[in-house]
């Protein structure tokens, strides 16, 4: 009974801060039509904004979107239950969280004529210091915020140990409650150019489950020194130096090296990744 009762005040919040952040939207929005056509005259000359009259820079401001973003389902899910969407009483209530960002989002759009959208956002800053903010206020808590990050968006967790296939079926489960911007990405290990069937059969796979932005992450290391690339530990295994530019895919970008480029809460992530090829079943597509 008080899990049941968290739950529901926590739907009753959410349900309120979804329509604080719709406020937000709408005050921001207004505030761009207001401001001159000449503050981004290049925008409006060029095309690059669809529906300009020539007149009223709202013609074009309308056809873009309005996004509510969202990271931390997991660890919500955690909070309120003790278990997140890998398991079915997780996934149960993650759907019920998802359908009222949708429903919501659907209303407002038909209310303002406005593209209003659920948008799995990665958080690139946010998802560390909204954890910091967290930790100052409710502490360390396990499996919610005894870490430096919250999870991106809807994404499993990426300490879980399951194989590519299991995270491809537990997120296509979600992907189609979000209009924008929800990539599924898988880790493996490298030299993935050695088994590129295995590949194809992983692509075919998310491709099977509708994913709309599939990507598979793999480490891409390389020695400054002699220009040895592959998964490099400490050392190159070739000259033994430190120097190794790091590149991982991290909030979907591949950009510079992560240790660098990135701040604690996104390297933590990085570094705790579980490759998911390493629980890599006997399988193929005809026995699917």
């Known amino acids: 009974m008080e899990a049941n009762r968290d739950v529901e005040t926590f739907m009753d919040l959410l349900d309120r801060k979804i329509h604080e952040a719709k406020d937000m939207l709408i005050e921001r929005f207004n505030y761009i039509c207001s401001q001159p056509e000449s503050s981004a005259r290049f925008m409006y000359e060029n095309g690059t904004m669809e529906?300009?009259?020539?007149?009223?820079i709202r013609s074009a401001l309308a056809h873009g979107t309005l996004a509510l973003g969202q990271l931390g389902l997991a660890e919500a899910l955690e909070l309120l239950i003790g278990e997140n969407h890998t398991h079915p009483k997780g996934m149960e209530l993650a759907k019920r969280i998802e359908q009222l960002f949708k429903d919501r989002c659907a209303e407002f759009k038909n209310e303002y004529k406005l593209n209003f959208g659920v948008y799995?956002?990665?958080?690139?800053?946010?998802c560390y210091t909204a954890m910091q903010k967290f930790k100052d206020t409710y502490g360390i808590i396990p499996k919610v915020s005894d870490k430096d990050y919250f999870t991106n968006s809807m994404h499993v967790p990426v300490w879980e140990e399951i194989n590519p296939f299991e995270k491809i079926a537990i997120e296509s489960e979600l992907t189609g409650?979000?209009?924008?911007?929800?990539?599924?990405?898988i880790e493996i290990e490298s030299r993935a150019d050695q088994n590129i069937d295995a590949l194809e059969t992983i692509v075919n796979y998310a491709m099977d489950h509708d994913i709309p932005y599939f990507a598979i992450n793999l480490p891409n290391d390389m020695c400054t020194e002699c220009g040895f690339?592959?998964?490099i530990g400490e050392n190159c295994p070739e000259c033994g130096s430190h120097n190794i530019?790091?590149?991982?895919?991290?909030?979907?970008?591949?950009t510079?090296?992560?240790?660098?480029?990135?701040?604690k809460g996104k390297q933590q992530e990085v570094e705790m990744r579980y490759k998911h090829t390493k629980k890599m079943p006997t399988w193929s597509r005809e026995q699917e």
Request: charged residues 20%.
């Open 256 to 263: 510079g090296n992560y240790t660098t480029a990135f701040n």
């Open 229 to 231: 690339t592959d998964d």
């Open 51 to 56: 529906g300009y009259d020539g007149e009223d």
């Open 120 to 126: 799995y956002t990665p958080a690139e800053n946010l």
């Open 177 to 185: 409650y979000s209009s924008a911007g929800c990539i599924t990405y």
């Open 245 to 254: 530019q790091r590149l991982r895919r991290v909030t979907g970008y591949l």
